[in-house]
């Protein structure tokens, strides 16, 4: 399977703890985004990567967030001392980013569910 | 305001019927408008991506922006059941902002 790859696809934590989730990119993509999607809603965006730098994050992304690209390839995102609130899908999604116009387009996982309990 | 407002439905149709779906957004700046189809528990999958105003066909799914009116369609026709997901529209200024993407419309397509 050469697509997005998420890991775990599902993980509940009590409220307090910290957890990591990993995301894989497609293979050579160098541009990673992670979102959130809540019940209902679509995805809103979290921060992205352009190879290993971290070049946004969205004013959702509390301190108690972090997320990571050590060497351009996989990215993890930690939360710590989760909350209730953090319940959520959390999407990964990949781009080979050139500049030209093909390259807005975004292959998303398939997600970690996140439940806080 | 959102930026990207899009009805949630649920909207039901029968099998061969044409669907239309629908987003409006807020912001002139954005250029670059995609469709994704998302089944449930499962992440987006990029049905359709367009840029600036115009119409773009890809077997049975027409994908069209009216910049003017900032409006946003994705027509299937001939519906099938397994077209039945959550259709979300997404729109972005450049390549180096992230999506915005609206709730999602449920479709259900009954046989």
């Known amino acids: 399977d050469t697509g997005v790859s998420q890991d775990p696809r599902h993980k509940i934590t009590k409220r307090g703890q910290n957890v990591t989730f990993r995301c894989d990119p497609i293979?050579?993509?160098?541009?990673l985004y992670w979102y959130r999607q809540t019940l209902g809603q679509g995805p809103e965006f979290l921060t992205y990567?352009?190879?290993?730098?971290?070049?946004?994050k969205s004013r959702l992304l509390s301190d108690r967030f972090s997320a990571e690209r050590p060497k351009g390839s996989f990215s993890t995102l930690e939360i710590q001392r989760t909350e209730q609130g953090d319940s959520a899908m959390y999407l990964c999604?990949?781009?080979?980013?050139?500049?030209?116009?093909?390259?807005?387009?975004?292959?998303f996982g398939p997600g970690t569910r996140l439940t806080v309990t | 305001q959102k930026e990207v407002e899009q009805d949630p439905g649920p909207l039901s149709v029968p099998e061969g019927a044409i669907v239309s779906l629908n987003c409006t957004y807020s912001n002139s700046a954005f250029q670059y408008f995609m469709w994704y189809r998302q089944y449930s528990r499962k992440g987006p999958e990029l049905l359709m991506y367009?840029?600036?105003?115009g119409n773009k066909e890809d077997g049975r799914f027409t994908a069209q922006v009216d910049k003017s009116s900032k409006y946003i369609s994705l027509f299937i026709r001939d519906s099938q059941p397994s077209d039945s997901a959550t259709y979300l529209c997404a729109t972005t200024p450049s390549g180096n902002t992230p999506l915005v993407f609206g709730k999602g419309t449920r479709l259900s397509v009954i046989a």
């Open positions: 293979s050579e993509h160098n541009r």
């Open positions: 999604a990949s781009v080979a980013f050139t500049g030209g116009r093909s390259s807005y387009e975004q292959y």
């Open positions: 990567f352009q190879n290993e730098a971290q070049l946004e």
């Open positions: 367009t840029y600036s105003s």
